[in-house]
């Protein structure tokens, strides 16, 4: 089976080092700048006493799209330069720092220090003004190469509140081999580093991750109360939540996540599985909604699918639960979700599989399973899944959480860049799962990410730009996770315990899980119809001028479904989607109809555009609102990557099933032949959603290419609605 992740690399930068102390077992790859700093500084006791306290005891908050303005302050000098105001740094109170130019800008008592980075250049000044004093750094550059970025910040003390704030403000220079936003940081190393607050020798509140990724982008310590806020340093890095261009993207181009926490619910109590490769349970920023013993290892038979091979499963997971406001990484999707892991993907049999979607013997152990992985990519064959898998699925929508319904997410695949379409992947296009394409922060389709009648909707993931989605990463050994020790992608954060560069629709389906987390804790009396219906009828039309769109079908709420087989009905949107939740009625029972043989069967004419044509006629199938079609048909043919098939329905909607394409080996070189197990293929289509099953559907076989030749032996349809 394969993961629905695709490799990228990225080139960014950003530098800055703040407040070291004497005696410090700095990571810096700077001696001569510790050293400089040490021999002026001292630790000394106030009036107050040195305490032991660092800024871990310090409250963080982040705050964004805050106004940058320079000061038209003193330029540094060397000396004692008078703060204007006396400041309490972890019990050591000061009025005046002493200012050491040569190219750095050191301030420093007892210690406490800032200066940016040994080697740096630009205009460094300072300027006192009531209980605030500012140092400001202006074209501080990463190293002496004219080909890098330089950057503007401000570090402010307030006497006030005895906060340390550090601001960052738009660059003097862009730069030709660095991305211009400057969105990450790599860590401590002769061309790259990152921000650290040390105090006492200690290193505490360090800024590992370049946490700056646009002006105004401003983290500012303050002595802990009961008022602080506690926020998620990589947050800012996760456009796919909140996207207001901080990495070059389109403003408001993400899952819309932010109000619907903001008002309370962020997905607690809903429980979701992530079958995988595994789950790093003790990573910091999982540990917390980890729902304990509810894992399974298929390897050991045991409740812990950590692992050194659990790097694509722990990626996914921070996706979805990620937990917030614990000062570790970002968030999730539904950051109080209880998150769980099967790692099924280690051993992958039949009996396994079965096992994972219908929750390891309790049908109710999960409210939704996410599902990252499928066929492989760019072969364009036909996958046919396990019987007992599809068994399994029936199981879940019709049990599960005590008969409403288990939610199953699934990654619709990532051979968009060849041959493949969603529809060739027997899981993908089941009518038991959501299936979930991929696009970019520009609102359009990831290239990697495949089309399909069967398409529900689409997440946010790695799009065309390179920006990839931020999350968790497996911990488990320093070998283990995307960003290692032995990674080949050197632009990724600092600490290991994360990476910038997770993608695919293996990313965007658990964006989506996320979300529909959110949608069951604004109702739990929702079933997974109603559930992926809310889905269809608050999607967001993204890249609305694509000429792919049609509508067709009667929505719920009224008006009718936006489709796109790049798509499904849009960009998911949870603050819609939970709004209308919120006042949901459920549907009704649903209804199963299947239709007669069709007419039109015999032989497919080879390379003819005109191919085959027939129709079926319903009557009396008691659905007047489609919500899925199966089109199953049987054929014999050599080569069926020739053929291109078409539902059309009575509306005239058109469903492309199939487009003629190669087939391809594992190595991706041309099969000589392929063909459907069993000479038979089960199609689907989300395409008619709203649609009424009565009246005359019509069937299109056309063979696209010459020297292959084959029979279209029957076919029929199988309708679900209400």
């Excluded at 207001?244 to 403003?251: D, E, F, I, K, R």
């Excluded at 003790?282 to 894992?295: M, Q, R």
């Excluded at 007992?388 to 939610?407: F, H, L, M, P, Q």
């Excluded at 291109?644 to 190669?662: D, E, R």
């Amino acid at each position: 089976m394969n993961l629905k992740k695709f490799p990228v690399a990225f080139l960014v930068s950003l530098f800055l080092v703040y407040c070291p102390s004497p005696k410090s077992k700095s990571p810096l790859s700077n001696p001569a700048a510790i050293a400089v700093l040490a021999a002026g500084a001292s630790r000394s006791s106030s009036s107050s006493g040195t305490t032991s306290s660092d800024l871990s005891t310090y409250g963080r908050v982040l705050t964004l799209g805050k106004t940058y303005s320079e000061i038209s302050g003193t330029s540094v000098s060397s000396g004692t330069i008078k703060l204007g105001m006396e400041f309490n740094f972890g019990g050591s109170k000061f009025s005046e720092v002493t200012a050491s130019s040569g190219g750095y800008g050191f301030f420093y008592k007892d210690s406490y220090a800032i200066f940016p980075w040994y080697g740096t250049s630009g205009q460094v000044s300072y300027q006192a003004s009531g209980t605030k004093f500012t140092i400001q750094f202006k074209g501080v550059k990463d190293t002496s190469s004219t080909s890098y970025a330089s950057y503007n910040y401000q570090v402010i003390l307030d006497s006030k509140d005895s906060s340390v704030e550090i601001l960052y403000g738009p660059k003097s220079k862009t730069s030709s081999s660095y991305k211009p936003y400057a969105a990450y940081s790599v860590g401590m190393s002769s061309s790259k580093g990152s921000v650290n607050i040390i105090y006492g020798g200690n290193f505490s509140g360090t800024l590992n991750h370049g946490d700056f990724p646009a002006s105004g982008t401003s983290i500012k310590y303050t002595p802990a109360s009961t008022s602080d806020t506690v926020t998620d340093p990589l947050a800012m890095f996760q456009w796919h939540l909140y996207n207001y261009g901080q990495l070059g993207g389109t403003s408001g181009e993400d899952a819309n996540v932010s109000s619907v926490h903001s008002a309370g619910n962020k997905g607690d109590g809903i429980k979701v599985v992530v079958v995988d490769d595994g789950q790093d349970i003790n990573h910091e920023d999982l540990k917390d909604n980890v729902l304990s013993g509810a894992g399974k290892n298929y390897l050991y038979s045991s409740a812990d699918p950590s692992g050194s091979t659990a790097d694509h499963g722990t990626c996914v997971s921070g996706v979805i639960g990620a937990r917030d406001g614990n000062i570790y990484g970002g968030k999730g999707a539904a950051p109080r979700a209880s998150i769980f892991g099967y790692n099924l993907l280690q051993s992958l049999t039949s009996t396994n599989e079965q096992n994972a979607m219908t929750g390891n013997g309790n049908i109710n152990a999960f409210d939704i399973s996410n599902n990252s992985w499928g066929a492989p990519d760019d072969r364009g064959t036909y996958a046919t899944p396990n019987s007992t898998w599809k068994t399994a699925i029936d199981t879940g929508v019709t049990n599960g959480r005590s008969g409403k319904g288990a939610v199953y997410f699934w990654a619709a695949g990532n051979g968009g860049f060849t041959v493949d379409d969603s529809n060739y992947d027997g899981q993908a296009n089941y009518y038991g799962v959501i299936a979930v394409g991929a696009i970019g922060d520009d609102g359009k389709k990831a290239s990697y990410s495949e089309e399909g009648a069967n398409i529900w909707v689409a997440a946010h993931s790695q799009g065309t730009s390179g920006t990839a989605i931020t999350t968790t990463d497996n911990t488990y050994a320093s070998y283990a996770g995307y960003n290692s020790l032995s990674s080949s992608i050197k632009s990724d954060f600092y600490s290991d315990k994360y990476t910038n560069t997770f993608n695919g629709t293996s990313s965007a389906a658990p964006l989506a899980a996320g979300v529909g987390a959110l949608i069951l804790k604004a109702n739990p009396n929702l079933t997974w119809r109603d559930v992926r219906l809310i889905i269809a009828e608050t999607a967001r039309k993204n890249d609305a001028s694509d000429s792919g769109w049609l509508t067709a079908g009667t929505k719920i709420t009224g008006g009718s479904y936006n489709f796109s087989h790049k798509y499904g009905f849009g960009a998911i949107d949870a603050k819609a989607a939970v709004a209308l939740a919120s006042s949901w009625t459920n549907v009704g029972t649903q209804v199963v109809y299947t239709s007669g043989a069709g007419s039109g069967t015999g032989a497919i004419p080879d390379n003819n555009a005109t191919g085959l044509t027939g129709t079926v006629n319903i009557s009396g199938s008691g659905i007047t609102s489609v919500e899925f079609v199966e089109v199953n048909v049987g054929i014999t043919h050599t080569y069926v990557g020739d053929l291109a098939v078409t539902l059309t329905s009575p509306a005239g909607t058109v469903s492309t099933l199939s487009k003629t394409h190669g087939c391809k080996t594992s190595s991706f070189t041309e099969l000589g032949s392929c063909s459907f197990t069993g000479n038979v293929w089960r199609y689907g289509s989300a395409r008619h959603l709203g649609e009424a099953a009565n009246g005359t559907w019509t069937l299109k076989v056309a063979d696209g290419a010459s020297g292959d030749t084959g029979t279209l032996s029957s076919w029929s349809l199988k309708f679900y609605g209400r």
